[in-house]
């Protein structure tokens, strides 16, 4: 049987790893959750724990090792494996850049024509603070580095504007992420997630899924790495799918093989859409969180199979198949989030329905009992033949989860 540990602990991680056992294979997890450890021997290390993950893989010769989160493709952890002759999926760090800096990515998209926003790249807040302030308009900040998925601040007018840098820049609300700031006009749409399977040379799309990144109903209050998401989209067809193959996911990858930056594994798009009018807001060099989890469950090829061809550039042979339905995902957070929450609150599940998947994000065993030990606690996911009934089913299933402070916004399939 087949050795693979994947590096992360999270409800991507915990999704990853379900697909793959159902491959059966055997699995090991660093850090893991209380739901992983249900599957996989969970080891105790952290997932940016580059030389103890290394150390362990050189020891026990897994058959891959799996890197999932941003921070260590970033920092990487596949470079280091690959030094070792271990086997690794994922980017290597020149390839994760394409998320590390979004400096760089916005650059990389001006230099091959891909569609995105007007921007301006600041690296100190006061010619930042000069250019803000010279516009009345909506604006967007981000942080040029990675700050789990909360760098971005939407500013609805100069004064938020001018708030965003010197939060950012001055206060250092995402530390060092935010020493560089790209600023960009705001794009009117609706947004949508396409993550892509790619070797470098083949790209296969999976299916577009709409995230929810607010933590309130209505896209209300502070940004979050992810309230909640529901796949495949139904604004999204066949055709739009097919122009931004055309326009931007096959130039990107041919960006990277240019700039000498190979990318293999998950590439992650997330696009504003305006009628026909496709642009680039973020690129990710990972799977996402949530997308994953309301993605991989309708995956019908086995993972391992598409994670060996891309490693070894063959995805061109693959038949990457899915089944049909629709699938919500909708996260049960702790009160607080994604400010300050407390952890270490019991939880509680009765009896769910036949189908009905719980993917585990901020979750540890507490003397044998499941407690809560992150911001976002769980991910409720179920598949249905229409959104419609995947969101009735979803909404009946999550009110079977309770801990104290739990909460979770109630318009995810809207």
Not at 326 to 337: F, K, L, M, Q, R
Request: aromatic fraction near 8%; charge should be negative.
């Amino acid at each position: 049987m087949k050795k693979i540990l994947v590096v992360g602990g999270g409800g991507r991680e915990h999704a990853i790893a379900t697909k793959l056992a159902g491959d059966g294979v055997e699995l090991f997890a660093a850090p893991g959750n209380a739901g992983i450890s249900q599957i996989a021997t969970c080891l105790p290390y952290k997932a940016t724990d580059i030389e103890g993950i290394t150390a362990w893989a050189v020891e026990n010769q897994p058959y891959m090792v799996m890197v999932a989160p941003d921070d260590p493709l970033a920092m990487g952890m596949v470079d280091e494996l690959n030094k070792r002759g271990i086997r690794a999926f994922g980017p290597d760090k020149k390839a994760a850049e394409i998320e590390g800096s979004k400096a760089f990515a916005k650059d990389l998209m001006q230099k091959y024509g891909i569609p995105t926003a007007d921007y301006k790249i600041f690296t100190d807040s006061a010619s930042a603070l000069e250019y803000v302030s010279g516009k009345d308009g909506k604006l967007v900040v981000k942080a040029d580095g990675l700050a789990l998925g909360k760098g971005v601040i939407i500013c609805n007018n100069r004064d938020d504007s001018i708030a965003a840098v010197k939060s950012i820049m001055e206060e250092g609300a995402f530390g060092k992420a935010g020493s560089k700031v790209v600023i960009e006009e705001f794009l009117q749409g609706y947004e949508v997630s396409v993550m892509a399977f790619t070797d470098g040379k083949t790209v296969r799309p999976m299916p577009p899924a709409h995230d929810h990144k607010r933590a309130l109903d209505g896209d209300e209050g502070l940004n979050t790495g992810g309230m909640g998401v529901y796949s495949p989209s139904p604004r999204f067809d066949d055709r739009l799918m097919q122009k931004a193959m055309k326009e931007i996911f096959l130039p990107t990858v041919q960006a990277m093989n240019s700039e000498g930056r190979t990318f293999k594994g998950v590439l992650y798009f997330g696009l504003m859409v305006d009628g026909d009018d496709i642009r680039v807001l973020e690129y990710n060099a990972r799977f996402g969180d949530p997308e994953t989890q309301a993605i991989l469950p309708r995956l019908e090829t086995p993972l391992v199979e598409i994670f060996d061809a891309i490693i070894d550039q063959r995805l061109g042979e693959v038949e990457v198949k899915w089944a049909d339905g629709y699938t919500a995902c909708v996260i049960v957070a702790s009160g607080g989030y994604p400010l300050a929450y407390e952890k270490g609150k019991p939880i509680e599940i009765k009896n769910l329905n036949d189908g009905t998947i719980v993917f585990h994000s901020g979750t540890a065993y507490k003397d044998g009992v499941l407690v809560t030990n992150g911001g976002r606690v769980m991910g409720v996911t179920v598949t249905e033949k229409d959104l419609a009934s995947a969101e009735k089913e979803v909404y009946s299933e999550i009110k079977k989860i309770t801990f104290d402070k739990m909460f979770y916004r109630s318009d995810i399939c809207k």
